[in-house]
Nanobody, 125 residues
């Protein structure tokens, strides 16, 4: 089992940057990780995913080229670097984990067994 705690959200102007962190209380290298976001009144959607070793990364089309997911297993932390932010990136961002034996592509939120409580990102125009 793993507990996840997100941080780094906040208010930023369009074109700015933020770096989100997800601290894992558990053995992070045992899990594939993902970032998802949920805007008010909308479903939770995939943003980025990373395999347990960091060897594979995946992105939603809407963030490709602007966001970068990375991980430091020694620090039990996963990051989401967000650049060139747009107002439509405004949402609560969640990190999620799934055991490394259970790889199904990392894009479906139903794949994940563990979730953090989220961190708010607001991008003003």
């Amino acid at each position: 089992q793993v507990e996840l705690v997100e941080s780094g959200g906040g208010l930023v102007q369009a074109g700015g940057s933020l770096r989100l962190s997800c601290a894992a209380y558990g053995i992070l290298s045992s899990y594939h990780m993902g970032w998802f976001r949920q805007a008010p009144g909308k479903e939770r959607v995939f943003v980025a995913g990373i395999t347990w070793s960091g060897g594979g990364t995946y992105y939603a089309d809407s963030v490709q080229g602007r966001f970068t997911i990375s991980r430091d297993n020694a620090k039990n932390t996963v990051y989401l670097q967000m650049n060139s932010l747009k107002p439509e990136d405004t949402a609560v961002y969640y990190c999620a984990a799934i055991e490394r034996e259970k790889y199904y592509g990392l894009r479906d939120p139903h794949e994940y067994a563990y979730w953090g409580r989220g961190t708010q990102v607001t991008v003003s125009s």
